[in-house]
Structure formats: C-alpha cells, structure tokens
C-alpha cells in the first residue's frame, strides 16, 4: 500500500514535515517515506489529495476494556479492592477486546492505547499497551509497560470504607515502601545464587520495576502526591511517569527540575473530588511552556476515548500550540511507553499505524478520513 499526495507530520526526532509526500506500507510496517512519489510501484495506491497523514494517536492512560461500556457491574474489572498491595496484577487478564469502546476509538484515529488497573489500591498492578484493532489480547499486546502506583483520595477513601489500612496518605507511602523493600531483598536472594527464597508472585511483578525495565506510573492530583511520588522513585531508583498531575500548573518549574514525564488528564470532566479543586485546562500549556514532556489522556472511561482528539484540542483553546498538542497524542506518550521505536511517528521500519485527516483534527467536527492499523485500513 501506498499512500501519497499527503502533507505528512512525521513526528521524528527532527520534526519534519513533508509538505507532498508518500507512505508505503508492507507486512504491517512502514517500508518508505519520501517527498513526491516512490520510484518503486504497488498494486494498492491511495490518493491522499492533500489531506494531513499523522502516526496513530496514542492514549497513555486508559482503562480500556477493563470497564465494558454498556454493561455495568458485571463490566468493571480494574479494581481489585481486595488488598491495597496488588502488584501481581496484570491488565491484560481483565481486558475485553469485545468493548464497543476499542471500535470507538479506531473511529477517532486511536491506534494504540495503555490499559491500566484502577486506582483504588497502593500498588495495582501491571500496565498494558496494546492496538486498537484485533479479538484477541494477546495478538493486540505490545507489551507490560508499567507498574501502577496510586497517590492520595482513591485508596485512602477505598480503604477507609473497608475499616483497614491505608486510610491516611502516610499509609500509602509506607505500605508503597514495604512492598518495594520486600521485593528488593527478594530479588537479591534470588539472584545471589545461595538460597532460592519461597516464590511470591508479589515480589516477582516488581522486580522488573526495580530493574528499570518498566515505568512507575504514578496516580497523581495534589501538588503533595506528586513530590512523594517522585520522592518514592528517587528512593528506590524507579523511573517514572506521573498521571493526572493535576496540580501540575503550581509547580511546573520543579516538575522541570525533575525532568518528570507527565500524562494529563482527563481535561473535559468536572471537579468531581476534592484532589480536582484546582482542576484548570490550561495545565497542559503551562507544564510545556516550562518545558516538561506532556501527554494528553482521557483516562477513559472517565472521558470516552473518542474524545482523546478533543481533549487535545481544549488544551490548543487554553493556549497549548497545535505542534505541542500533537506530540502530545503521538511521539510523546510513545516515549513514556518506551515504545518510541515502534509506533508515535512515520518513520521507515516502525509499525504501519496511521490517521488522515482532511481538516483540523482536533476540531469538534473533524473525522478521520482514513485509519490504518498494522497495515490494514479499518
């Protein structure tokens, strides 16, 4: 397949835009990107007639399938409020690719999504990334991304309802601590050679955390939450991804400090818990005007997932520019999934995952033109 005549936002490292170029496609990959037309033909040939060819819009944190629109209790499957600890946890085991929701969000140029389990526990378990398009999990896995840790009113106020720890912000931290701690002196017994030490499934799901091969994706509102949040990572040497930062706006020039990545959203909700009281739309414009990396998420189903484009466009209205937005939804998210050499831009070698838009597409009454998933159009 090849799709030419296309102005295309590439989302390279260089940022290059090619003003009439072409895309060709095979296998599910990207095989060439140039100015004009390939010297090499194919059977399939599309006519963009101008219209924008962006990557695949990526949502950096959803709950996906783990709440099947339409169905209710029976539906919910991304908080396991059993135990404040649930590091065990893996969202693909609860994702429903069947959700009308993954269709919802094919039709509004969402390719790639990260699946997250609830917030109500301390530590809830493994993040999953995955393709839109597909019946079954595992073909749609790109991979366990993170480990999700929550901060603040969720599993204070789950808990507290149970009449169990934690029911104050300090309990959080600690119990956050003792997991990690437990799961560092495991891994060193495991790995010393000298005594395996009794499996515990707990410990074995950090271990990958603790050695850096996933993110820690902090549950995050209060300007508080955030700086323990960082303050558990720099203890524990976690790299990390902070979600909502909600208070983000009142400390951007600490946030840069850190070098933290930050997911915000949702952005079209209303203030609907006390962590929200300084909720504002211009969070995402004020964070990259200091210069700290920004994803854009709904956080479905909290927003639907469709409205990602929309979300992206409400931050453009409070001041975010059109260019920062759309990093927002692409190569951003892309990199705090380190999954950058896959998908998040149209660069030869990396997955065939496109959207064409004709007009603006973070306007409200633009549509995508075309989808493309793994090389098929959808």
Same mark, same amino acid.
């Given at each position: 397949?090849?799709?030419?005549?296309?102005?295309?936002?590439?989302?390279?490292?260089?940022?290059?835009?090619?003003?009439?170029?072409?895309?060709?496609?095979?296998?599910?990959?990207?095989?060439?990107?140039?100015?004009?037309?390939?010297?090499?033909?194919?059977?399939?040939?599309? &006519?963009?007639?101008?219209?924008?060819?962006?990557?695949?819009?990526?949502?950096?944190?959803?709950?996906?399938?783990?709440?099947?629109?339409?169905?209710?209790?029976?539906?919910?499957?991304?908080?396991?409020?059993?135990?404040?600890?649930?590091?065990?946890?893996?969202?693909?085991?609860?994702?429903?690719?069947?959700?009308?929701?993954?269709?919802?969000?094919?039709?509004?140029?969402?390719?790639?999504?990260?699946?997250?389990?609830?917030?109500?526990?301390?530590?809830?378990?493994?993040?999953?990334?995955?393709?839109?398009?597909?019946? +079954?999990?595992?073909?749609?896995?790109?991979?366990?991304?993170?480990?999700?840790?929550?901060?603040?009113?969720?599993?204070?106020?789950?808990?507290?309802? *149970?009449?169990?720890?934690?029911?104050?912000?300090?309990?959080?931290?600690? #119990?956050?601590?003792?997991?990690?701690?437990?799961?560092? +002196?495991?891994?060193?017994? *495991?790995?010393?050679?000298?005594?395996?030490?009794?499996?515990?499934?707990?410990?074995?799901?950090? /271990?990958?955390?603790?050695?850096?091969?996933?993110?820690?994706?902090?549950?995050?509102?209060?300007? &508080?939450?955030?700086?323990?949040?960082? +303050?558990?990572? *720099?203890?524990?040497?976690?790299?990390?991804?902070?979600?909502?930062?909600?208070?983000?706006? #009142?400390?951007?020039?600490?946030?840069?400090?850190?070098?933290?990545?930050?997911?915000?959203?949702?952005?079209?909700?209303?203030?609907?818990?006390?962590? #929200?009281?300084?909720?504002?739309?211009?969070?995402?414009?004020?964070?990259?005007?200091?210069?700290?990396?920004?994803?854009?998420?709904?956080?479905?189903?909290?927003?639907?997932?469709?409205?990602?484009?929309?979300?992206?466009?409400?931050?453009?209205?409070?001041?975010?520019?059109?260019?920062?937005?759309?990093?927002?939804?692409?190569?951003?998210?892309?990199?705090?999934?380190?999954?950058?050499?896959?998908?998040?831009? /149209?660069?030869?070698?990396?997955?065939?995952?496109?959207?064409?838009?004709?007009?603006?597409?973070?306007?409200?009454?633009?549509?995508?033109?075309?989808?493309?998933?793994?090389?098929?159009?959808?």
């Amino acid at each position: 397949m090849i799709i030419f005549n296309a102005k295309i936002y590439t989302m390279n490292d260089n940022d290059e835009i090619i003003e009439n170029g072409y895309v060709q496609c095979e296998n599910g990959n990207i095989i060439g990107v140039g100015e004009g037309f390939p010297d090499n033909d194919d059977e399939r040939l599309i &006519d963009a007639n101008g219209c924008s060819l962006y990557p695949g819009f990526i949502d950096a944190h959803t709950h996906l399938g783990l709440f099947t629109s339409g169905v209710g209790i029976e539906g919910e499957d991304f908080n396991e409020d059993s135990d404040p600890i649930t590091p065990q946890l893996s969202a693909i085991d609860g994702i429903n690719p069947m959700d009308s929701a993954f269709e919802d969000a094919r039709k509004a140029g969402i390719t790639t999504v990260a699946v997250s389990p609830g917030s109500s526990n301390a530590i809830c378990g493994s993040i999953a990334a995955v393709k839109t398009k597909g019946k +079954r999990i595992d073909k749609m896995l790109l991979g366990n991304v993170g480990m999700k840790i929550s901060l603040g009113e969720n599993p204070k106020m789950t808990y507290l309802d *149970k009449d169990s720890s934690p029911v104050t912000r300090m309990a959080i931290a600690a #119990l956050i601590r003792e997991a990690l701690s437990k799961a560092q +002196r495991y891994m060193v017994e *495991k790995e010393s050679g000298d005594e395996t030490p009794e499996y515990d499934a707990k410990c074995e799901a950090l /271990i990958p955390l603790l050695k850096g091969e996933v993110k820690a994706h902090f549950h995050c509102h209060r300007a &508080d939450d955030i700086f323990t949040a960082i +303050r558990i990572a *720099k203890e524990f040497g976690l790299e990390y991804v902070l979600i909502h930062c909600t208070e983000g706006h #009142l400390i951007a020039d600490e946030l840069k400090g850190e070098n933290a990545e930050v997911v915000i959203g949702p952005i079209i909700c209303d203030k609907s818990k006390p962590e #929200l009281a300084n909720l504002t739309p211009s969070n995402a414009c004020i964070l990259n005007t200091a210069g700290v990396d920004i994803s854009i998420c709904t956080d479905h189903s909290e927003v639907p997932i469709q409205y990602l484009p929309i979300s992206a466009g409400i931050a453009i209205k409070n001041g975010l520019d059109f260019y920062e937005a759309l990093k927002a939804v692409t190569k951003n998210p892309a990199k705090q999934l380190s999954l950058f050499d896959k998908i998040g831009s /149209i660069e030869v070698g990396k997955d065939a995952d496109l959207v064409m838009f004709k007009d603006d597409p973070f306007e409200v009454m633009s549509s995508p033109v075309m989808v493309v998933i793994n090389g098929d159009e959808i």
